[in-house]
């Protein structure tokens, strides 16, 4: 029997919709890399939205999450879906429970506790000029992000000078951080592992005048050879994660004032790979998902 793998989407990046992302060309290109790497062992890799039933991925032999990029809005729902498709007795991949560590960003403060270098944080339930003017006394910028959330969305900058609103600056529990002038100097750089193994690097940097490196803002990306120092420390943060070792892991880092590689975001939900930029990344996803089968 012919086996296939389910690649988990959503309506916003599933080709054909009308109320498709402006950056769903990235599920185009990385679902069409993994579909010729899986055809290419005789196994076929169908794209299905994650909202379907349960019951409906009962005939793949594997499930792995791709571009359900919409899940922050439905995350009780999302999370919930993840565990009735292992109770389905499928791989799920990576798994409901590294999922559900990975969906608030508070396992920072985890890899921190490790050993891990990280942005200083404030985490607040409710940000508020009190704690951004906190922060602007000994740094340029700063940042309120979401614990729960992605792709820059929803995101608050303040600089030294800015007049700062009263009353809640976010809607949902936050993150305060410094902002990093090297976002805009050096950029964000990640680094993308299969199965615990180092693939490729990309170095994403905004367009002038945005610190935002997302490509719908405008943000831009190229393939880099790291050096094996910046390797080894976005390796350590793989390592360090409280779980099997995942299939996919981006890591994104960003310098501070030292030179140090500080961790952004371990990113095991639902990451862009850059396929394009790591042509090996497709063949070594395909085997690895193999592997657990």
């Not at 002038?181 to 940097?205: C, R, V, W, Y």
């Not at 994660?241 to 501070?256: E, S």
């Not at 790591?278 to 592997?291: D, K």
Request: glycine share 8%; aromatic share 8%; net charge negative.
């Amino acid at each position: 029997m012919k086996r296939s793998v389910a690649f988990l989407a959503c309506e916003t990046t599933l080709p054909g919709m009308p109320n498709r992302r402006s950056d769903a060309y990235e599920f185009d290109r990385q679902f069409g890399v993994l579909r010729e790497a899986f055809a290419s062992h005789g196994v076929t890799l169908e794209a299905k939205d994650w909202t379907e039933a349960p019951s409906q991925f009962a005939t793949f032999d594997a499930v792995v999450i791709g571009t359900p990029w919409n899940y922050q809005d439905h995350q009780s729902q999302f999370l919930a879906q993840l565990e009735a498709i292992e109770a389905e007795g499928l791989p799920l991949l990576n798994p409901a429970d590294l999922v559900a560590w990975n969906v608030r960003k508070t396992y920072l403060r985890e890899l921190a506790d490790a050993g891990t270098p990280t942005i200083p944080t404030l985490w607040v339930d409710v940000p508020t000029a009190a704690h951004v003017e906190a922060l602007l006394s000994e740094h340029e910028g700063v940042v309120i992000k979401r614990q729960v959330g992605a792709g820059a969305a929803g995101q608050r900058i303040f600089r030294r000078g800015d007049v700062v609103p009263e009353g809640p600056l976010l809607d949902r529990a936050a993150m305060v951080q410094p902002f990093m002038p090297s976002i805009q100097t050096e950029g964000e750089l990640s680094f993308i592992f299969i199965d615990g193994a180092f693939s490729h690097a990309i170095l994403k940097t905004a367009r002038d005048g945005d610190y935002r490196i997302q490509s719908m803002f405008g943000g831009r990306e190229k393939a880099i050879t790291p050096p094996e120092g910046d390797i080894v420390a976005a390796r350590s943060v793989v390592d360090r994660v409280p779980f099997a070792t995942p299939l996919y892991a981006r890591i994104d880092m960003v310098r501070d004032g030292e030179g140090q590689l500080c961790l952004m975001e371990a990113e095991m939900i639902e990451p862009y790979l850059y396929p394009l930029e790591g042509p090996t990344m497709a063949g070594m996803y395909a085997e690895a998902v193999l592997r657990r089968l």
